[in-house]
Structures are given as C-alpha cells and as structure tokens.
C-alpha cells in the first residue's frame, strides 16, 4: 500500500502497488470455477460466489481473473470476507453488479 485516495463515489480507498503480470490472458469462467473446486471452495446463489466455508469470495468473474503462460491464476479485485458475518449482504449492497 502506497497511500489514500478518493475513489468516484468520493469515498477514501487505499492505492496498492500490483506487479505487472506479462504474457496473461483472462480467464473463462470456466477455468475461475474449476480453480475455486480444485481450491475446496464451492459456488452459491448461483455461482454469484464461491465459500469453502471459513471465507467467501466475491467478483472473482471473468474479467478480474488471469491467467500467465504458465497457467498461474491471478485474482484481481476480488472481495474477501468471513464466511457467517454478513458479507454476502454487504457485498449485495454495495456491488454495481447487484440490483439495488
């Protein structure tokens, strides 16, 4: 972490520092949903997010997802939370993918 800024909606954010990734492409949903199985996370809601029961990730979608010349995965943007604390409503309610 670098430092603070203000994002569009004028709330403050941290700006993060992020190693170029060469020679990836992104990932299909696919390959994001054989990952996460392979990792012991299963979808919920319909694939809207992936738990393994401790942790749940959110907006792990097929445009904040890569994949290098090696077949490393790289997850950009998603969103962690504990599992049973209220993440998912939080996430519902904050998300632009999610209706309001």
Same mark, same amino acid.
């Given at each position: 972490?670098?430092?603070?800024?203000?994002?569009?909606?004028?709330?403050?954010?941290?700006?993060?520092?992020?190693?170029?990734?060469?020679?990836?492409?992104?990932?299909?949903?696919?390959?994001?949903?054989?990952?996460?199985?392979?990792?012991?996370?299963?979808?919920?809601?319909?694939?809207? /997010? /992936?738990?393994?029961?401790?942790?749940?990730?959110?907006?792990?979608?097929?445009?904040?997802?890569?994949?290098?010349?090696?077949?490393?995965?790289?997850?950009?943007?998603?969103?962690? /939370?504990?599992?049973?604390?209220?993440? /998912?409503?939080?996430?519902?309610?904050?998300?632009?993918?999610?209706?309001?």
């Amino acid at each position: 972490m670098i430092g603070f800024a203000e994002n569009r909606d004028g709330k403050v954010c941290a700006v993060l520092v992020q190693p170029f990734v060469a020679d990836a492409r992104l990932a299909t949903k696919e390959e994001i949903h054989d990952e996460f199985l392979r990792l012991g996370f299963h979808p919920e809601d319909h694939g809207e /997010y /992936y738990t393994n029961g401790q942790h749940d990730i959110f907006d792990a979608v097929d445009g904040n997802v890569l994949i290098d010349d090696e077949g490393n995965m790289f997850f950009i943007d998603t969103i962690i /939370y504990p599992s049973d604390t209220g993440g /998912y409503d939080t996430y519902r309610s904050l998300s632009p993918r999610c209706s309001k």
